[in-house]
């Protein structure tokens, strides 16, 4: 009796039918590439200063240290009180950061200089960026330059110690002033 | 010769379909991963700023978004006017408002990964520097340190 038994189900197909599987993958495949934005979300990081009530202590700076970048309203350059335009900004910086004319209106170490950013409230954001990025592109490619002597690769692929050894060679100081309000918004 | 023939006509040729799923399924998963499910519609006008010095923006748990921009649709530019306006989350906000949105988000998040909390800065480029320095001014008040001025790869050199 139980033989028997055991004997019809074998008989019987019992494997799930696969085939509407596909459809419903294909359902939510199509649902989620309706819904995909491969947005790659990339930008400029910044730290900024903690907020103070207090007036920031003014640090001894020696002249010779700073270069001070402005912005005006009408989006142009005034780098260390001279016109300077955004294309020849990265080799202005660069130029004053490692000083190789041993100038005396520029800093001894690169790890002395120190650049000032200041803009106006009427300044295009686009212009306000584009100064930004070239500061930082100024400084990732001196410190891209130190890595390659030192470790013979981009700084990016350095581990944390020697990042941290190509840092206090070149530290990014940049200090931002607060807006002026010359121009129209 | 004969006896091939026979043989062949015999059986039916099908193509097995049992590996479809499969093949199905790991472009779904592919999609999955890589989907970022927008919360909220923007309602202003944004393009990005081109740079080169680009990180790229992690956790997406972390990051908030701050849109500014001109209004988008006719009916917010009848009621705001053209000049350009804060977006927080799915609505229209004063540069006052981004302490209480920012720490609406903060207390969702962990405890240990506070720190790393993101604030993406989605400005449009044609927007002037003076709402900018109102957001950063706030930005600064409510602790939220680390930001990213969203940008897009630049194309060709610089002007």
């Given at each position: 009796m139980l033989k028997k038994r055991g004997d019809s189900r074998s008989r019987v197909?019992?494997?799930?039918?696969?085939?509407?599987m596909a459809d419903i993958a294909f359902l939510l495949l199509i649902f989620f590439l309706v819904t995909t934005?491969?947005?790659?979300?990339k930008g400029i990081l910044v730290r900024l200063p903690p907020w103070s009530e207090e007036e920031p202590e003014s640090a001894d700076?020696?002249?010779?240290?700073l270069i001070s970048v402005l912005v005006n309203a009408n989006n142009d350059l005034l780098v260390n009180g001279e016109p300077e335009e955004l294309s020849s900004l990265k080799d202005r910086i660069t130029d004053f950061i490692t000083n190789p004319t041993k100038?005396?209106?520029?800093?001894?170490?690169?790890?002395k200089a120190i650049v000032s950013l200041q803009n106006d409230r009427g300044t295009n954001y686009d212009t306000y960026l584009t100064v930004y990025n070239e500061l930082q592109r100024a400084y990732r490619e001196l410190r891209d330059e130190e890595a390659d002597k030192r470790f013979?690769?981009?700084?990016?692929?350095?581990?944390r110690d020697q990042k941290k050894e190509i840092i206090e060679v070149y530290p990014m100081k940049l200090s931002e002033a607060e807006s002026t309000d010359f121009g129209e918004e | 010769m004969s006896k091939f023939s026979k043989k062949r006509s015999k059986s039916e040729p099908t193509v097995s379909t049992a590996s479809l799923p499969d093949i199905i399924f790991m472009l779904l998963f592919f999609f999955m991963m890589v989907t970022v499910l927008r919360d909220a519609t923007v309602k202003v006008e944004v393009i990005v700023p081109q740079a080169t010095e680009l990180t790229k923006l992690e956790k997406k748990s972390l990051v908030n978004y701050i849109y500014i921009g001109k209004p988008k649709e006719k009916a917010d530019i009848v009621r705001y006017g053209n000049a350009p306006r804060i977006q927080l989350g799915d609505k229209f906000a004063e540069p006052t408002d981004i302490p209480l949105y920012m720490e609406q988000h903060r207390i969702t998040v962990p405890e240990v990964q506070r720190p790393q909390i993101t604030t993406s800065l989605r400005v449009?480029?044609?927007?002037?520097m003076g709402i900018v320095s109102d957001v950063k001014e706030q930005l600064r008040k409510s602790g939220q340190l680390k930001i990213n001025y969203s940008a897009r790869p630049r194309q060709g050199d610089l002007r």
């Open positions: 197909n019992t494997e799930i039918n696969a085939g509407s934005t491969i947005e790659v979300d700076v020696q002249k010779r240290n100038s005396e209106n520029k800093p001894k170490s690169p790890d013979g690769t981009v700084f990016d692929n350095l581990t | 449009d480029g044609k927007v002037t």
